[in-house]
């Protein structure tokens, strides 16, 4: 989900202010699913898994 006034217009999570890129630079270095989870409260691991899709679908 993008919106222009929510978080300068970066794609993020539905129904939260986390950028997908956050996630995708978090797993990138190495956080898991579990510390990620705790680092983000509102995060499920359902919304990791779309963020995942998202960037497989969008990668070029």
Do not use: F
């Amino acid at each position: 989900m993008s919106e222009p006034d929510t978080c300068h217009g970066q794609p993020r999570i539905k129904g939260t202010r986390i950028p997908i890129a956050v996630i995708l630079d978090n797993l990138a270095a190495g956080v898991s699913e579990e510390e990620l989870l705790k680092s983000y409260p509102t995060l499920s691991p359902e919304a990791i898994r779309a963020v995942l899709a998202y960037a497989a679908q969008h990668e070029d």
